[in-house]
């Protein structure tokens, strides 16, 4: 009874394996297929669901083909990807050296981060100088508003408008630097200074342009309807005409030029003015508490990773009159300290901080930054890694050269030109020392853009030239700056 029973099993199993391999999909069998022939069956243990497709009695091991056409894996055309294990590796070497570097540096000039210094930068950045400075920004922001009041109401005229606009962003813009190359405040409290003042300027600028292109449409709709401006406010839609029957929600022109929304613009994380901004429904007080902890422990690690490693490289650089040889040494041995804390600063700022800031004001688009570190190009890199200079450029610099007849190649010139003279502006005025050092560095970068685009988009050298240039560009540009100010 037994024996039969085992043998009616067996013939039942059998049976099983047929329908299986006979209700088999097109895709199953190709894969089957692909296991008994390309080798891998002979390399791999068969998966589980195989063991059941593929029968001992139907192949021996010794039948399957051990070799077949394929590439190695650090060949792109093998179509492996995975490189996650190699990535934990770079990490952990990189931990290790930087570890190794940093116990040399301690054990060469001791424990050099000093809090008390940090107390009298804070004094620096309270200077009356300084903070009248900050109050001024207020002003401009205040100007701004009044000036487009009356205008809706048409108590100055069109051309007026745009002049007073212009006008007090130019002043807003060179006040600061007049101030600051006359009284010669300290240079860190001046950069960060001009820094705000550079935001506050494009902010002044888009909030203008926004604002007269709905002027425009409320004012024709209402010369042409003749009723009173406020009955017939400005619809927002795709075509930029308003109507009465919007909902509560829905800021429209003039209703937008109120104290609450140009303060909302000049604290939310972007440079570009709309009358209605995407929010989120609440804020997130865990996801808050996150990001403002790395924004103090990051800054933290930023001055003091500075006054350790790079302040003693700087000094010790220029103690002599440096040769080449030594001066190409010293900016090797700085690039590894300046690359870690441009990264930390890129991740505290546009992480960090700027989704903290949009948390608070419950401001809806968090895209600060693209993925360019898997940039290819000079271009893809400065399109990606500062969205909101980026998307601010394209809609109140490059699109209007646009409509004005000019070509994509001299619009995006201008545009990179603008970017130079800015960087320029940043350096060259709290230094108080015009070198055009950065100036030329952007300019010299166009030719390597035209280069990674027309011969290494999309190949992993393009990455690799991205990379270097800023790793040893930066540098080099501190080593130039700081040799000027301390020496000249």
């Known amino acids: 009874k037994n024996a039969r029973a085992q043998n ?65 894996f650090f060949f792109s055309q093998s179509g492996f990807t995975n490189y996650r294990g190699l990535y934990n590796l770079a990490i952990i070497a990189l931990f290790v050296s930087s570890a190794g570097i940093a116990m040399e540096n301690i054990n060469k000039y001791g424990i050099l981060v000093d809090p008390v210094s940090w107390i009298q930068v804070g004094l620096d950045l309270s200077s009356w100088h300084i903070m009248l400075l900050w109050g001024t920004l207020l002003l401009h922001l205040l100007a701004a508003l009044a000036v487009e009041k009356l205008a809706a109401r048409r108590r100055i005229p069109f051309g007026a408008t745009t002049c007073l606009h212009l006008v007090n962003a130019a002043a807003e813009l060179l006040i600061p630097c007049w101030v600051i190359i006359t009284y010669h405040p300290a240079p860190l409290a001046s950069f960060l200074l001009l820094f705000e003042v550079c935001i506050i300027w494009m902010k002044l600028i888009s909030y203008f342009h926004v604002n007269r292109h709905y002027r425009l449409s409320y004012l024709a709709t209402a010369q042409r309807k003749k009723t009173d401006s406020d009955a017939n ?20 022109y003039p209703r937008n030029l109120t104290l609450k929304d140009l303060f909302y613009f000049a604290a939310a994380p972007t ?32 001055v003091s990773l500075g006054q350790q490693w790079v302040v003693p490289t700087v000094n010790n650089t ?88 000019l070509s994509r190649l001299q619009s995006q010139l201008i545009v990179f030109l603008f970017s130079a003279l800015f960087h320029e502006l940043l350096v060259s005025v709290p230094l108080q020392r015009v070198r055009m050092w950065s100036f030329m560095a952007m300019i010299g970068q166009i030719p390597l853009a035209i280069f990674t685009e027309k011969y290494l988009k999309g190949s992993q050298y393009g990455n690799v030239v991205m990379w270097a240039s800023l790793f040893l560009g930066q540098p080099a540009a501190i080593m130039l700056y700081v040799q000027a100010y301390l020496y000249e």
């Not at 308003?242 to 800021?251: Q, W």
């Not at 003015?273 to 808050?288: H, V």
């Open 233 to 252: 406010p400005v619809q927002t839609s795709p075509t930029h005409q308003f109507s009465a029957e919007d909902t509560e929600s829905t800021v429209c």
């Open 318 to 405: 220029f103690k002599e009159k440096p040769t080449l040889p030594f001066l190409l040494r010293r900016v090797l041995k700085l690039a590894a300290p300046n690359f870690f804390i441009w990264l930390m600063l890129f991740y505290m700022f546009f992480h960090s901080f700027l989704n903290a800031t949009g948390e608070i004001l419950r401001f809806g688009d968090r895209q600060f930054y693209r993925d360019w570190w898997n940039a290819t190009t000079i271009g893809w890199f400065w399109r990606n890694w500062n969205m909101p200079v980026h998307k601010w450029a394209v809609r109140h610099l490059y699109r209007p050269l646009i409509r004005h007849n």
């Open 8 to 72: 009616r099993k067996k013939k039942t199993e059998k049976t099983g394996r047929r329908c299986k391999r006979a209700s088999m999909s097109d895709k199953e069998k190709e894969s089957l297929l692909k296991r008994q022939t390309s080798g891998i069956g002979d390399i791999l243990p068969p998966r589980l669901d195989d063991k059941e497709l593929i029968s001992p009695k139907e192949h021996h091991h010794l039948e399957l083909p051990a070799h077949a056409v394929r590439e190695s």
């Open 271 to 302: 440079l570009c003015y709309e009358l209605n901004f995407p929010r989120t429904q609440t804020i997130r007080k865990r996801f808050l508490f996150r990001r403002v902890l790395e924004t103090c422990v990051l800054l933290f690690m930023i």
